[in-house]
């Protein structure tokens, strides 16, 4: 027991440091505008100063216009998609699942530098087709569709496996009671879904409204300005503005909570659940002769989402120059040479990678310790653990990367991580932490506690316990989360920008600097290989945890 005790009390300060600690100096640096000074004075005067200004409220207009386009765009997208896959026998249906992974693994940034080299004036679709696209690009509406693209495999995927988990079966009951098929699916299968469908779009809303690449790349020119850029104005500019930096973040993630509350509120007793205490076999109708109209609207959506922004990067890769044009004459591995050959290039590739390794392990190693603590044991602190290790899904990056500037650049610490790698360590730690915490109390819930409970009846203690017992039987699941760590972790944008020390580039900074300098070619090799690397592991980690799924 008093290793029990012992252990939990080493991840819960583990967790403070990394979860809490920024958290909590965003919240005080909004509240005493002279934190850094070391005076706690004039707490609050800085609020009517901030908020009052005409940009405020603009601001926050336009991130909720923005979050609201986004996730309309996904919905238009993802639920007619996402029903169709799950409630039709649809041809090559793995395949079209593959597609649509493709966008949700392409960074926004990436994707948004890719558009802008395809429908920029002359660019890529005017070389090739003769159209002109630029002042879409460059608008509102070519924003929220290029983050829109980005963003609606989220809601494909979770509609897709709701309506085929539950939809289709209960579906065809109520057709042969009588019900025509418009009724079986409003009044069975959209019930069920709701709740996917509105966590889904809950989702959208949040990643559309912390995203910082998208609205930093293309809103200058598109008039479109969020708090996120705000956010990093206010810490890039000078006079460095901490303590409205921070006030922003705080508006941030009370519009992101505020957001969770109102799907919480919509959801209260309309949610709907079977009774039948076994799992519902998957029960798929054919399409007949809608099949190829259902394929074309796929491959209409896939080309749009995934092979219109990837083609495009690839192609700017493979580009000697970018004034030559889309001729075989002018396509070459040059790009590629310079990234691998070149100094700054091939340090940035292989700072990326350590630091995604070990972000990976830091994340793999407390996400499965924080799980174990959690799940379902009578454990002081339990609720603690588990409330901070899942509350980075919550907090934008650019709200981590202002909470680390604020705690670690106090002038009581002796020792601060913050000017080393280790600042980008911790950010990215503490943004992907829920991943291995979802993905493992998940496959410990399928262990159940007879395992631990026989091995200790059998005299093992806890640490052998936890290394020969539950380690081994959730490792394919800490795997697959670590994975994913890795790929998200490699090509991180926003804190990155914020925090890495000078004479330190990572993937995406080296992106973001080279399009600045003008070296596009450059950028996007090194963009390219970034994608490769997290498709892989992507898929690597995915069919490790469908497998661990299956086995048991």
Same mark, same amino acid.
């Given at each position: 027991?008093?290793?029990?005790?012992?252990?939990?009390?080493?991840?819960?300060?583990?967790?403070?440091?990394?979860?809490?600690?920024?958290?909590?100096?965003?919240?005080?640096?909004?509240?005493?505008?002279?934190?850094?000074?070391?005076?706690?004075?004039?707490?609050?005067?800085?609020?009517?100063?901030?908020?009052?200004?005409?940009?405020?409220?603009?601001?926050?207009?336009?991130?909720?216009?923005?979050?609201?386009?986004?996730?309309?765009?996904?919905?238009?997208?993802?639920?007619?998609?996402?029903?169709?896959?799950?409630?039709?026998?649809?041809?090559?249906?793995?395949?079209?699942?593959?597609?649509?992974?493709?966008?949700?693994?392409?960074?926004?940034?990436?994707?948004?530098?890719?558009?802008?080299?395809?429908?920029?004036?002359?660019?890529?679709?005017?070389?090739?087709?003769?159209?002109?696209?630029?002042?879409?690009?460059?608008?509102?509406?070519?924003?929220?569709?290029?983050?829109?693209?980005?963003?609606?495999?989220?809601?494909?995927?979770?509609?897709?496996?709701?309506?085929?988990?539950?939809?289709?079966?209960?579906?065809?009951?109520?057709?042969?009671?009588?019900?025509?098929?418009?009724?079986?699916?409003?009044?069975?299968?959209?019930?069920?879904?709701?709740?996917?469908?509105?966590?889904?779009?809950?989702?959208?809303?949040?990643?559309?409204?912390?995203?910082?690449?998208?609205?930093?790349?293309?809103?200058?020119?598109?008039?479109?300005?969020?708090?996120?850029?705000?956010?990093?104005?206010?810490?890039?500019?000078?006079?460095?503005? #901490? =303590?409205? %930096? +921070?006030?922003?973040? @705080?508006?941030?993630? /009370? $519009?992101?909570?505020? !957001?969770?509350?109102?799907?919480?509120?919509?959801?209260?007793?309309?949610?709907?659940?079977?009774?039948?205490?076994?799992?519902?076999?998957?029960?798929?109708?054919?399409?007949?002769?809608?099949?190829?109209?259902?394929?074309?609207?796929?491959?209409?959506?896939?080309?749009?989402?995934?092979?219109?922004?990837?083609?495009?990067?690839?192609?700017?890769?493979?580009?000697?120059?970018?004034?030559?044009?889309?001729?075989?004459?002018?396509?070459?591995?040059?790009?590629?040479?310079?990234?691998?050959?070149?100094?700054?290039?091939?340090?940035?590739?292989?700072?990326? #990678? =350590?630091? %995604? +390794?070990?972000?990976? @392990?830091?994340?793999? /190693? $407390?996400?499965?310790? !924080?799980?174990?603590?959690?799940?379902?044991?009578?454990?002081?602190?339990?609720?603690?653990?588990?409330?901070?290790?899942?509350?980075?899904?919550?907090?934008?990056?650019?709200?981590?990367?202002?909470?680390?500037?604020?705690?670690?650049?106090?002038?009581?610490?002796?020792?601060?991580?913050?000017?080393?790698?280790?600042?980008?360590?911790?950010?990215?730690?503490?943004?992907?932490?829920?991943?291995?915490?979802?993905?493992?109390?998940?496959?410990?819930?399928?262990?159940?506690?007879?395992?631990?409970?026989?091995?200790?009846?059998?005299?093992?203690?806890?640490?052998?316990?936890?290394?020969?017992?539950?380690?081994?039987?959730?490792?394919?699941?800490?795997?697959? !989360?670590?994975?994913?760590?890795?790929?998200?972790?490699?090509?991180?944008?926003?804190?990155?920008?914020?925090?890495?020390?000078?004479?330190?580039?990572?993937?995406?900074?080296?992106?973001?600097?080279?399009?600045?300098?003008?070296?596009?070619?450059?950028?996007?090799?090194?963009?390219?290989?970034?994608?490769?690397?997290?498709?892989?592991?992507?898929?690597?980690?995915?069919?490790?945890?469908?497998?661990?799924?299956?086995?048991?």
């Amino acid at each position: 027991m008093k290793s029990l005790f012992l252990l939990a009390a080493l991840v819960l300060a583990a967790l403070l440091v990394l979860v809490a600690l920024p958290v909590g100096f965003v919240a005080l640096q909004a509240v005493f505008p002279r934190l850094g000074e070391g005076s706690l004075q004039g707490a609050f005067s800085n609020w009517a100063q901030v908020l009052s200004e005409p940009g405020t409220l603009s601001l926050l207009g336009q991130t909720v216009a923005l979050g609201l386009g986004v996730a309309l765009v996904a919905a238009v997208l993802g639920i007619p998609l996402g029903t169709l896959r799950g409630l039709c026998r649809l041809p090559g249906a793995r395949l079209w699942d593959l597609a649509f992974l493709l966008p949700f693994l392409l960074p926004p940034y990436i994707a948004a530098l890719s558009w802008t080299m395809a429908l920029q004036p002359r660019g890529y679709l005017y070389q090739l087709a003769g159209v002109d696209l630029g002042g879409l690009l460059h608008s509102r509406a070519g924003v929220i569709l290029i983050m829109g693209l980005s963003t609606f495999p989220v809601v494909y995927f979770a509609v897709s496996r709701s309506m085929a988990a539950s939809g289709g079966r209960l579906a065809q009951v109520a057709r042969v009671s009588g019900a025509g098929p418009c009724a079986a699916f409003v009044r069975v299968s959209l019930p069920l879904a709701l709740p996917a469908i509105a966590a889904s779009l809950l989702l959208a809303f949040t990643l559309a409204i912390e995203e910082y690449g998208v609205p930093a790349a293309l809103g200058a020119q598109a008039g479109v300005s969020v708090l996120t850029t705000a956010i990093e104005r206010r810490l890039a500019d000078w006079p460095i503005d #901490l =303590s409205g %930096a +921070a006030l922003l973040s @705080l508006v941030l993630v /009370a $519009l992101a909570l505020t !957001a969770y509350a109102v799907q919480r509120a919509v959801l209260r007793g309309r949610s709907f659940e079977t009774t039948s205490g076994k799992p519902v076999p998957l029960a798929q109708t054919e399409l007949g002769g809608w099949r190829w109209p259902v394929l074309l609207l796929f491959g209409l959506v896939a080309g749009l989402a995934a092979a219109a922004p990837l083609a495009s990067m690839v192609a700017a890769a493979l580009q000697g120059t970018i004034s030559g044009g889309l001729r075989a004459a002018n396509l070459s591995l040059a790009n590629f040479v310079e990234v691998f050959g070149d100094r700054e290039g091939y340090h940035a590739l292989g700072a990326s #990678l =350590s630091l %995604a +390794a070990g972000t990976a @392990l830091l994340t793999g /190693a $407390l996400g499965f310790l !924080a799980a174990w603590l959690s799940a379902g044991r009578q454990l002081r602190g339990a609720g603690a653990i588990d409330a901070l290790a899942l509350l980075p899904a919550a907090l934008p990056g650019v709200v981590v990367g202002v909470g680390l500037i604020l705690a670690w650049n106090q002038p009581f610490w002796p020792l601060s991580p913050y000017g080393s790698w280790v600042i980008l360590l911790c950010s990215y730690a503490c943004l992907l932490l829920p991943y291995p915490m979802r993905y493992v109390t998940a496959a410990l819930a399928q262990l159940g506690p007879t395992l631990e409970a026989a091995a200790r009846v059998h005299g093992a203690g806890l640490w052998r316990t936890l290394w020969r017992i539950t380690l081994p039987l959730s490792a394919p699941s800490v795997v697959a !989360a670590m994975m994913m760590v890795f790929a998200v972790a490699s090509r991180e944008l926003v804190t990155s920008l914020l925090l890495a020390p000078a004479g330190l580039q990572t993937v995406s900074i080296y992106v973001w600097r080279q399009f600045e300098q003008g070296s596009v070619g450059a950028g996007m090799a090194m963009a390219t290989v970034a994608v490769a690397i997290s498709l892989v592991l992507m898929l690597a980690g995915l069919r490790l945890q469908a497998r661990s799924t299956g086995a048991r």
